[in-house]
């Protein structure tokens, strides 16, 4: 994985010292709240129901066991002994004190960490495939153009203070797995005609209040300009983004309003200016962030292991994890093995200091000493032998992470909700156990097959709701909370909005009203038919039908 | 005369920033003035003939307007009403790189300490604090970080010197 030099660690120890400084001024009533907003928050910090929540930024997704550490320290010495897993690939604590902050960033400096742009109206962190470098549909590994994205996001001097949030995401596989149709910029990486490395830009996608889907406006830029052309959109997003309504200040909007079309004329034309600048990628460039990704040390294997096969065929509990949570390695013998953040009575995404402390021991022994977060609140161990993983999963299970439920109903998005959020309108996490227990029937869970549910409890929709198949808005009526539900949403390069199936339901209603869904789906589906395909197939109609037929 | 700072130093500000003008009627003479662009717009030629004129640029205010007088003006000012807008960033690197503009670049409005570092880098060499606000206090802010990642007025994208740090060719 990357590793800073002098002048990375030079920039985020100055940033912890600037900090620590803008905290003291603050605390001593030299800055003023508004003042200090935009800045704590430009570090991460905010100030919440409860108590100020810092969020830390995990580049791409990829973390290094010592790095997994140090969050479990903070997470004993700051916080409540746990942390929480965002949809961005980052992990939250929701119980530090503003006053020890710096203390908090000062640590994660020493290990090459930092809470840099992850919140505010700035470029935030930049997210990637997490099986980046080990799939096998992967046509380019997009972690060295995500580390050359994060190092030219980081503290930009012209781009700090944006209409709106702004963020980025990466992919260089066939199967999109960042989401990259639903982010402000998204980046496929792809391989021109004569061979050569370039991008595909799409613009303009988002979640949020008014979802959309991101336009492409460039099938093909060479790779060399990407630093330009990234720079000509934020430029015209930030002169020409609406800035007197936060609801409307997103790029999609823009881009909307103006047209893809004439949006990538602006751009282009912005671009004119830049094309060939000082800012121009050398190859050299390129081939020394390459230099920081190169595979580690793989064995050669053997594509099947007979031990491994035995025991897939011996022990049910282990096929059916191995069925869920593995996913195929591009090198014969080695598997990538998702850690789920999702097991029943856990708030989605949540895991203790001594989990940390565990994975990391695990990740050491079994994984080279790497991990990844992925956007669906996960752990991933990409690069594990295929003869070790029977006593992987029997540690992971000892650890309660081995819920083989990766791709089904209960692997749930779900972002903190009304229980931690003070922008949330309804709770999401009781919604979400809710609904894991109604499906605790492992049997039944793996008949319904791939789907994909998400639960946000307001409308900026952390919780991704909108391309769950099923996708659940926590929205306030009259003071009370109440749900809304959506089916049809998808990620990935088949990106989707959900539909809304009607008028929204009381919490207690929730497990009900997926049941239903659920079972409409069972009677109605063709062989091998996902419930996301069987809704594209066949409408929402049948649905809605069930769902608010008068009970009996 | 409220304090500026210029090119690191703290000085009286010669010039008057007029933020009202409509017509020529409403400029000062006998002081250097800031004035509105839509009024340099509609008076170049008087007010350029004066000398001691600069222009100031609103958040919204285009920049390429002032593509043709970038050899004339000597002060062009750009107004932070708020320092979360940011517009004003990518109006003065289009003044610095796109027109080469090289007189002074100065920020006005709601600017504070935590933002002169930004401002400095992308072109920004005079800054005029809002009244109350300690200069001195302020100038420690320009240098908050001893380099950066991207191309800025100051330097090259960092990957271009290192290499040539290493010697390589580019």
Known sequence: ?552 | MPPLIKRGVILDDAYMLVRGAATLADVPEGVPVIVPLALWVAEREALAARGDVGVWLAPADDPVALANDVRVLKVIAIDFPSFTDGRGYSSARILRDRFGYRGELRAVGDIQRDQLYYLFQVGFDAFSLPEGKDPQAALSGIVDFSDGYQITQSRTPWFRRRDAMRGSPQ
């Open chain 1, 1 to 552: 994985m990357y590793r800073y030099d002098h002048f990375d660690q030079r920039v985020i120890d100055e940033r912890v010292a600037q900090f620590r400084d803008q905290t003291r001024r603050y605390l001593a009533g030299e800055l003023s709240d508004d003042d200090f907003r935009p800045l704590r928050l430009q570090n991460g910090l905010y100030i919440q129901k409860h108590a100020p929540m810092l969020r830390i930024s995990i580049p791409y997704g990829q973390l290094s066991t010592k790095q997994l550490r140090t969050l479990a320290h903070i997470g004993r010495t700051y916080d409540r002994g746990y942390g929480h897993f965002t949809t961005r690939q980052n992990i939250q604590f929701n119980w530090p004190h503003v006053e020890q902050v710096p203390d908090i960033l000062a640590d994660l400096a020493r290990v090459e960490m930092h809470a840099i742009q992850t919140s505010g109206n700035c470029i935030r962190n930049i997210s990637a495939d997490h099986f980046a470098g080990v799939a096998g549909d992967e046509t380019v590994d997009a972690r060295p153009y995500s580390e050359l994205v994060r190092q030219w996001a980081t503290l930009h001097p012209e781009f700090a203070y944006l209409p709106r949030k702004f963020k980025i995401a990466l992919s260089g596989a066939l199967h999109d797995r960042a989401a990259i149709l639903v982010h402000d910029i998204g980046l496929q990486i792809v391989i021109g005609e004569a061979g050569e490395v370039g991008f595909r830009v799409a613009v303009g996608g988002g979640l949020g209040r008014t979802p959309m889907i991101g336009h492409v406006i460039r099938e093909f830029l060479p790779r060399n300009e990407i630093l330009n052309y990234l720079d000509a959109i934020l430029r015209v997003y930030n002169r020409f983004g609406r800035r007197d309504n936060k609801y409307k200040a997103r790029i999609k909007i823009l881009v909307k309003e103006r047209t893809p079309d004439v949006f990538r004329r602006d751009v282009e034309a912005e671009w004119e200016h830049l094309r060939g600048g000082p800012a121009t990628v050398p190859a050299e460039e390129f081939e020394r962030l390459a230099g920081f990704f190169v595979p580690p040390a793989y064995e050669h294997l053997p594509g099947d292991d007979p031990a491994f096969r035995a025991a897939l065929a011996d022990n049910r509990a282990f096929a059916n994890w191995a069925q869920r949570n593995l996913h195929p390695h591009k090198v014969p013998g080695y598997m990538i093995v998702t850690l789920s953040l999702k097991k029943t009575g856990i708030p989605p995404g949540d895991v203790t200091s001594d989990q940390m402390d565990a994975v990391a021991h695990l990740a050491d022994r079994y994984s080279f000493g790497e991990l990844r977060v992925s956007h669906e609140q996960n752990l991933i161990f990409t690069d594990v032998k295929q003869s070790e993983l029977l006593s992987l999963w029997q540690q992971l299970k000892g650890l309660g992470l081995a819920t083989p439920n990766i791709g089904l109903l209960t692997n749930i998005i779900c972002c903190p909700g009304g229980d931690f959020c003070s922008l949330a309108n309804a709770k999401s996490i009781p919604i979400a156990e809710a609904i894991q227990r109604r499906f605790d029937d492992l049997d039944y869970l793996h008949d319904i097959g791939e789907l994909d549910l998400n639960i946000s409890g307001c409308m900026n929709a952390c919780g991704h709701h909108h391309v769950g198949h099923i996708g659940v808005l926590g929205v306030d009526k009259n003071g009370s909370e109440w749900y809304q539900v959506s089916i049809g949403g998808n990620q990935g390069e088949h990106a989707a909005l959900g539909k809304v199936i009607g008028p929204s339901f009381a919490a207690d209603e929730m497990p009900d009203v997926v049941s239903r869904l659920i079972e409409t789906y069972v009677d109605i589906r063709h062989e091998e038919e996902r419930f996301v395909d069987t809704v594209r197939r066949v409408g929402i109609d049948p649905f809605k039908e069930r769902v608010y037929a008068p009970a009996h």
